[in-house]
């Protein structure tokens, strides 16, 4: 299985963009990246993925290298509310449906 | 349709009690997704269902473990015999089987319910 790694932690002025690498060097060319966050206490939640080309929507943009072995996760106007751990995936092919293997993400605290 | 449900919220047991978990997904997704988060990790998959079929099981789920989704809505985690290991919180998750776009195979995560073992 494709596995991810981020630092373990970040900080982040309020209104400035977060940038959140993550590297995935073993990544299969179908195996898609995606990005979660969670904050304290509850699920996790889904923010953004994509395959090769670079992805924006209305919370975040994703932008993936060419040879796909990291990507960048891009919160443009960070605000205090955007603290959370956020997670980095690589989903893989399972029976049926797809599995997310998470790493240990990392926290992202927006500072006043 | 207010999203995945999972019940309860917090349970504390004792060592050596069984326990069972309630979760709801949304009513039109039939994937149903089991996983275990501890302190200062990401989740850990458990278990999926389609339907009521449970297709797939981590090694991380031993013979303590059982889940079912008996009618493919609402599932159950029970856990027999607890131990302190077991202290974590558990997630459940569902998706569409859908046929356009990965999005369609995104998860929708519970808030979870966190079990103490004393």
């Known amino acids: 299985d494709a596995k991810t790694t981020q630092p373990t932690s970040m900080d982040c002025a309020e209104g400035r963009a977060a940038n959140l690498p993550c590297n995935h060097s073993?990544?299969?060319?179908?195996?898609?990246v995606y990005w979660y966050r969670q904050i304290h206490s509850q699920g996790p939640q889904y923010i953004i993925h994509?395959?090769?080309n670079n992805e924006t929507n209305e919370m975040a943009s994703l932008i993936i290298t060419e040879d796909r072995k990291s990507s960048t996760l891009i919160l443009p106007h960070a605000t205090l509310r955007d603290t959370a751990v956020y997670y980095c995936?690589?989903?893989?092919?399972?029976?049926?449906?797809?599995?997310?293997?998470f790493g240990t993400g990392t926290r992202l605290k927006v500072l006043a | 349709d207010t999203g995945v449900s999972q019940n309860p919220r917090h349970k504390i047991t004792k060592r050596g009690q069984n326990v069972t978990f309630r979760c709801d997904p949304i009513?039109?997704?039939?994937?149903l997704y089991w996983y275990r988060q501890t302190l200062g990790q990401g989740p850990e998959f458990l278990t999926y269902?389609?339907?009521?079929?449970?297709?797939?099981k981590s090694r991380l789920l031993s013979d303590r473990f059982s889940a079912e989704r008996p009618k493919g809505s609402f599932s159950t985690l029970e856990i027999q015999r607890t131990e302190q290991g077991d202290s974590a919180m558990y997630l459940c998750?569902?998706?569409?089987?859908?046929?356009?776009?990965?999005?369609?195979?995104?998860?929708?995560f519970g808030s979870g319910t966190r079990l103490t073992v004393v």
């Open positions: 998750a569902s998706s569409s089987s859908g046929t356009g776009g990965a999005k369609l195979d995104g998860y929708t």
């Open positions: 073993t990544i299969s060319g179908n195996e898609y």
């Open positions: 994509g395959l090769k």
């Open positions: 995936i690589v989903r893989v092919a399972q029976t049926g449906t797809y599995k997310y293997i």
């Open positions: 009513s039109e997704h039939n994937r």
């Open positions: 269902f389609q339907n009521e079929a449970q297709l797939e």
